[in-house]
């Protein structure tokens, strides 16, 4: 039982299929100047009913990373929450592609980059100061880390006060599909105002792909030099289109991510019925966080589940990640409650 993220998953069988056609052509042109790779931004736009630019790569890191260097010099700032994964999980990489700029951290509850905090973040920024770096870029999380979605209307709010600003938006969308289904909205509704999208498909039913997509067509004039110097055009760039073409075709992307939300409910649903296991955040969609005792923990590794832990805390307590995929099954989360059960059966019996 492996509940550590949702990449851990295989890949869709309709993108499979997809790889093998695109796999069937005995030639194509490399470097996305095939047929396949030059129908995306056409097949993105209608899909977010506005004009899009995209530009495929195989990595979540790659994409982000690459986007917010679109965005900013290297003596420029971005803002993001203050436990964002391109803060803390990144390894440094926006830092790197962007040259050198500053992320600077803003809080928020349960992942969600506050308004406030991000107003007084800009207000005691030292615009315009020349020993401070300047600030440039929003960048916000959908689905966030903490497993909570970004309404249509908070999004608007932020990306509103962006604008007045004068600043630049980017979205780190890995769990894009997951929000878009937990708010049962369109998907054009969640990229209004946002200049640039990383839009996930590897933790969602794809092998190893992932978009950057612009909405800010000034950001993309000079992209494809970046991308190159930085190692990522693709000489087969067919396989990486073949696969966010079925992504997105029939709402696959859509079907993967709401079986991955339901299971995450049906999760929760059962962790809640059981004593000594805290649901601490609130479940919009596929990530589940728990509260545990070291004990329960320890058994549950010992036991060969899987999950992300934080380090056991003074009072004996552990926070938990559980997250479900677009494979996980009822099974598997009822295999997870049993091991559970049996760990308080033996504390009683002890």
Known sequence: MDFTSDNICGVSTEILAALSLANEAEAAAPYGADAMSMSLDTLFSDLFKRPARVFPVVTG?????????????????????????????????????????????????????????????????????????????????????????????????ITDFAREQGLLVHMDGARFANAVVSLGCEASELVKGIDV???????????????????????????????????????????????????????????????????????????????????????????VFVEVADGLAEWLKDQGVGFYSEAGRADGQRKLRFVCGFSTTQSKVDSLIYVIRSYYKLLKAA
């Open 61 to 157: 890191t790659a994409a982000n990373a690459l986007a917010l260097s679109a965005c900013v010099q290297p003596w420029q700032a971005i803002l993001t929450h203050e436990k964002a994964h391109i803060e803390v999980m990144e390894c440094g990489a926006p830092e790197f592609m962007t040259g050198g700029a500053k992320l600077i951290g803003v809080a928020g509850d349960n992942g969600k980059l506050d308004l406030v905090a991000l107003k007084k973040a800009v207000q005691d920024s030292g615009q315009g100061c020349i020993h401070r770096s300047q600030i440039a870029c929003i960048s916000l999380t959908q689905t966030t880390d903490a497993g909570t979605v970004y309404t249509v209307a908070e999004l608007q709010e």
């Open 197 to 287: 999208l990383s839009f996930g498909a590897t933790k969602n039913g794809a092998m190893n792909a992932e978009a950057i997509v612009f909405f800010n067509d000034k950001l993309a004039e000079n992209f494809i030099f970046q991308a190159k110097r930085t190692g990522h055009v693709v000489s087969k760039a067919r396989y990486l289109a073949a696969q966010l073409k079925a992504y997105v075709t029939d709402d696959l992307w859509l079907k993967n991510a709401e079986r991955a939300n339901e299971v995450a409910t049906y999760l929760v649903d059962q962790l809640q019925k059981l004593d000594g296991v805290s649901v601490f955040t609130p479940v919009e969609s596929n990530l």
